[in-house]
Each structure stands twice: as structure tokens, then as C-alpha cells.
């Protein structure tokens, strides 16, 4: 069985909202049964009347030294967190195709060593908008990785970037969507020299 943590903010975590979590997002997570897994999620009510689905559920999986995320909001929370469950099972079959299955033809195809994942941290309270203070550090562990093992990762957590580590520079990259579509990557200058 997956370790699930429930937590909230700005609201208590009722009995009958963690058996919720633990039924749904407990459900989602068998289908995909892989060790080592483990799972928080955070409830959150938003008290602002203006917002019309105050009620959301942030899950955060952690999978073999990867992370997949989803936020799900919904006037209902119980709702949000059917919604969540659904997006957890989709990013969990993602991740099986993209990160699993690929690795297994790669090391089919030649007997190295499996390609390296990487470990994330959340990035989501970077982005808020605060006046002119910085509100929070992260620190994230960088591994080697291709950049269509970025692109992947930055799927994987919903993110609008990823921090990575380039395996064949040794180099700082980042890797973002686009809002036109699309994907760009940034790169240090220096990196134009061992193209």
C-alpha cells in the first residue's frame, strides 16, 4: 500500500475527506503499482468570494526519484478530489509510457546502464506574484539528462520550466513552454563552444 499524506491549508481535514483521499487517490495509485511510491496531497480552501472553485487538491506523487503532480479545483472538494484521482491515474500512465517503457527499448536496444532520473521540487510558489520579496528557496538535486528526458519531466509536473543538468555539456539548461506552443530551452553562452 502507498504511504498517503493528507494535509490542509485553510481548512481541517476531516475524517470523511481523508477516507475520501485514501479511497480515490488510493485507487489511482494501485493501477499503477510500482515501489518505491509515495503520495502527498493538500487540501486547500481558498476564503476569496470572487474565486469560483475555491476548493482544490494538489497531489504529488513521488516515483522512483521522479515527481508527478496535479492540482485539481472545484466549487466541491469532494469533487476536486474525484477530479484529481482522474489526473493522477492519466500522468501515471504517462509516466509508465515515457519514462518506463523508453528505458526498457533503450536498454534492450544496448545493455548501459538505465538512463538516470531526476528528483524535482515543486516550483508552484515561485511563480505567485509577491511584491518585490523573495518568499521562498528551493533546492533541487540536478542529474545528467538529455534534454527530451527534460521535456519529459517537465511534463510529468505540470510545470511551465525545468531546471536540468545537460549530460552531454555538464552544463545548466532550462527547459519551458512556450505560449505559443511548443517548447524552447535555455542555454549558457559557454555552451556554444562545445557545440
Known sequence: MV??????????????????????????????????????????????????????????????ENVVRVISSHSDMYAAIDEAASKVTRQLRKYKTRIIDRRQRTTSQRTAAPASEHEVSDFADLLEP??????REKIIDLTPMSEEEALVQTDLIGHDFYVF??????????????HNGGYGIIKPKIEELHE
Open 3 to 64: 504511504d498517503i499524506k493528507v494535509s490542509g491549508r485553510k481548512t481541517t481535514v476531516t475524517e470523511a475527506l481523508r477516507q475520501a483521499v485514501q479511497e480515490k487517490i488510493g485507487s489511482a495509485l494501485k493501477v499503477f503499482d510500482i515501489s518505491p511510491m509515495s503520495c502527498d496531497v493538500v487540501l486547500r480552501v481558498d476564503k476569496n468570494p470572487s474565486i469560483a472553485q475555491s476548493q482544490s487538491v494538489e497531489v504529488t506523487v513521488f516515483v522512483r
Open 130 to 135: 509577491v511584491d518585490d520579496e523573495l518568499v
Open 165 to 178: 543538468e545537460n549530460a552531454t555539456t555538464g552544463l545548466i539548461n532550462v527547459v519551458y513552454r512556450r
